[in-house]
């Protein structure tokens, strides 16, 4: 509720009635307003505020100082509405408010963001008279910047009769807080100009975090000359004008000023500690930062705060050190902060990241308080370690608990869509992100540019990306990579030119994704061409990213001996990947010879995982050298590695059906099948002849024909055709990369039931119409 619109007027002490306290805590002595007064005051010096609001309800006739004395009080410890509270009995006992009610109600209007009750106090202010006091005026600022009204703030400002620093102050630490960087330093210029008032030690701690959020080095260093020539360096508020100058250069990336800054104050407190911690962690200094951090421990715990142990934690999980992570937790609980809500999401993140989600779920549920943060670390958990599923689940508990998500929630959520290609699902998510008028930020647009291109909308994720209101280099690289793996190489180097055009400078993962672009499609000459540009022009020295793509651009176009000479000639020591990639085409390209080269290369580095085994055993394969695969296999085995199962998954109507190969588990597995062997019989009235090279055990031929027809991709895709409409697109998804004969059987499928059929495997995707596909069979 407002506040009551009752006009001002002395109170009548023929109207007063006396007021007899009743039993309890009170005395029961009848007291002149003197002695009622100073035991008022007792009490808030006590601060039995309770028991002062008793005394103050049996003052005979409550004068303007008693009611002060009790707002002031509200308006500084709480709770604010109280203050208000009584400043509405105030007016209602007819005592009318003077020069100091309005500053201390008004700092409660504030502290609540109370801006209907704010407004009507400015007016009883404006009645009385009041309006252009100093302190109420100042207090008036406050309460609107507060509320981010920066025109009435502006509009008190102007009308000031005098102004102190404190009230420039105001009107400053509102621009800071606001990060209006050009009014903030314009206001400091016309403080110096027109009233002539030098800035003090407060108006610098509120402006050095402006300057720290826009990196402005050259102006910090200006403040920070100004404190030593005015000597603010000596005054009481050294402690927090010293953490403001080394915060300010932390944060543009000087360490060295900001450790000669720290090693420069002769005290500091946990927020300094946490400043220099979290400066070297935003630099990536993360032993350095730790190191700090076991420096501050070593000067007491007094100094451990839940900001510096969140800098802490995420040098744990950007080390991946779980084990001083849970010592750091151990900690927590010791001193006590480990419920403090900063410090539980900053273990939830650690924990998330270093893919222990049993912990992380456990220390989610023991949490009392849960906030955004919170929800979005252990979303961001599932994703990362693929459980996207379970993700959409922490999303929906979230809605339940009404708890409103942000930002980098939606940016943790909307990847999940990707993993499991739900095109609904993705669908929805920007539908809330529109409604919650999250659309427009850069980082949400970037991720639904990936979402769409993973779900196999490729025009979707353009229609996102021209329609936003700005750019960055992450939004060009995701949709040139999104270009890439659907195979649209000229689409990809057309966006990269136009980049150039409208100003942005390429970076290292441009190229990447350029490079790989050009793979996808077959354009070999054109990705060379851009790997040089990319060190003659740009000077990027090449990453073993680089040098994969090149190997894969190579060898995927047959140019197996180039590649091979091309690793031999890398300035870096080639790693798996590298030599994987080439074993990979020669897989493609049938050379037997080459491939157990490369593999012998794979066996002294120590194989990242199964696909390397897989690759090399279906080299053999193919080759009908099926005892030299079955020997692969059992030093696959005996190492330990073992072969991911093919699975493929189809979105119908929001809900995901998995399919692994030969499955009979889904309910309309008899249709499924009975649909498979018809398209068989179609299929190879127009010539389809199975490929059994992709059979990798030693059977009879007609048992190979079957085992292709059952091939998870195929599955899904009958499943498709038996549930979607003729003019719907079939969308699916394989966990690995589609075999040759499947892909084949596809572009046969599309003519024999005239469908549209996108399958998004674990290199690219391939888009089948008309008996052809979008990667003219190059992948």
């Known amino acids: 509720m407002g506040l009551p619109r009752i006009h001002l007027r002395l109170a009548s002490t023929a109207a007063v009635r006396l007021h007899l306290p009743p039993s309890g805590a009170i005395s029961h002595e009848v007291k002149d307003r003197k002695e009622w007064q100073l035991e008022l005051e007792q009490h808030i010096a006590r601060g039995q505020l309770t028991f002062a609001r008793q005394v103050l309800d049996r003052i005979p006739a409550p004068d303007a100082r008693a009611y002060n004395a009790l707002i002031r009080a509200y308006s500084w410890r709480g709770p604010f509405h109280a203050a208000i509270d009584l400043y509405r009995s105030m007016l209602h006992r007819c005592v009318t408010p003077n020069k100091y009610t309005f500053p201390f109600v008004l700092k409660a209007c504030s502290a609540l963001a109370d801006l209907r009750s704010g407004r009507a106090v400015h007016a009883h202010a404006a009645a009385a008279s009041l309006h252009t006091d100093l302190f109420v005026s100042t207090a008036l600022i406050d309460l609107y910047i507060r509320c981010a009204r920066f025109g009435p703030a502006a509009n008190v400002f102007a009308k000031m009769p005098t102004r102190d620093v404190v009230a420039w102050n105001a009107m400053l630490a509102g621009y800071a807080q606001h990060g209006m960087y050009q009014h903030a330093i314009a206001h400091l210029l016309d403080m110096q100009a027109n009233d002539r008032l030098r800035p003090n030690a407060s108006t610098l701690v509120s402006l050095l975090p402006l300057l720290a959020q826009h990196e402005a080095l050259s102006r910090g260093k200006s403040v920070h000359a100004y404190c030593l020539r005015a000597c603010l360096d000596q005054e009481e508020e050294q ?7 080394l915060d300010m250069y932390a944060k543009c990336k000087h360490l060295n000023y900001a450790c000669r800054v720290f090693h420069g104050m002769p005290v500091r407190n946990e927020v300094t500690w946490s400043a220099l911690i979290g400066g070297f962690v935003l630099c990536d200094r993360m032993l350095r930062a730790f190191s700090l951090f076991k420096d501050m421990l070593a000067q007491g715990l007094c100094f451990l705060s839940s900001t510096s142990v969140a800098s802490a934690l995420r040098v744990c999980a950007s080390l991946a050190d779980v084990r001083m992570g849970t010592q750091l937790h151990a900690l927590l609980a010791k001193s006590g902060i480990h419920s403090d809500l900063t410090a539980g999401n900053s273990l939830l993140s650690m924990y998330a990241k270093a893919g222990l989600i049993e912990e992380t779920m456990a220390l989610f549920d023991e949490m009392a308080v849960k906030d955004t943060v919170s929800y979005g670390a252990l979303l961001s958990g599932y994703v990362q370690n693929g459980k996207a599923e379970e993700a959409f689940l922490v999303f929906k508990k979230m809605q339940a608990c009404n708890v409103e998500p942000d930002v980098a929630t939606m940016v943790s959520l909307i990847p999940a869509c990707s993993h499991l290609a739900a095109l609904q699902h993705g669908r929805c998510s920007h539908g809330s992100v529109i409604i919650r008028g999250l659309a427009s930020e850069t980082s949400i647009c970037n991720a639904l540019i990936d979402m769409y291109a993973k ?109 091979y000479q091309f690793i031999q000639s890398m300035p870096l020591k080639a790693d798996v990947r590298v030599w994987g990639a080439l074993l990979g085409a020669c897989r493609i390209h049938k050379n037997i010879d080459l491939g157990k080269q490369v593999s012998r290369m794979i066996q002294k580095l120590g194989p990242e995982g199964t696909g390397n085994f897989v690759l090399l055993s279906n080299i053999f394969s193919a080759a009908g050298r099926f005892d030299e695969a079955a020997e692969v296999r059992v030093i696959q085995k005996v190492k330990g590695f073992k072969k991911s199962p093919g699975c493929s998954w189809i979105e119908i109507n929001g809900s995901l059906h998995a399919f692994v190969g030969g499955d009979q588990s889904h309910p309309r597995s008899s249709a499924i099948y009975q649909e498979l062997d018809n398209i068989l019989i179609d299929i190879k009235k127009l010539g389809y002849q199975a490929d059994t090279s992709f059979v990798l055990q030693d059977l009879e031929e007609e048992e190979k024909e079957k085992a292709l027809l059952y091939h998870s991709e195929k599955l899904a895709i009958a499943f498709g055709i038996l549930s ?24 046969y499928m599309t003519l024999v039931r005239n469908r ?9 995707f391939h888009h089948f119409k008309n008996g052809q596909c979008s990667c003219g069979d190059f992948w």
């Open 239 to 245: 402690v927090l004008l010293g953490t403001a100058l």
């Open 455 to 563: 779900c196999g909308r490729i025009d979707l994720s353009r229609q996102v990306f021209d329609k936003m209101a700005a750019w960055d280099i992450v939004s060009w690289n995701t949709m040139i990579a999104g270009y890439g793996i659907h195979g649209l190489g000229k689409e990809a180097t057309t966006l990269f030119l136009d980049m150039k055009k409208q100003g942005f400078a390429p970076d290292d993962v441009t190229f990447i994704c350029l490079i790989s672009a050009c793979s996808h499609s077959g354009l070999v000459t054109e990705g060379k061409r851009w790997f040089n540009t990319m060190t003659q022009k740009y000077g990027i020295l090449p990453r073993m990213e680089h040098y994969i793509c090149m190997v894969d651009l190579l060898a995927r176009g047959g140019f197996l001996d180039e590649a």
């Open 724 to 747: 979607l409409g003729e003019d719907k697109t079939i969308f699916v998804t394989k966990n690995l990369r589609v075999c040759g004969d499947c892909h084949t059987a596809i572009k």
């Open 756 to 764: 549209v059929i996108i399958v998004r495997d674990a290199n690219r």
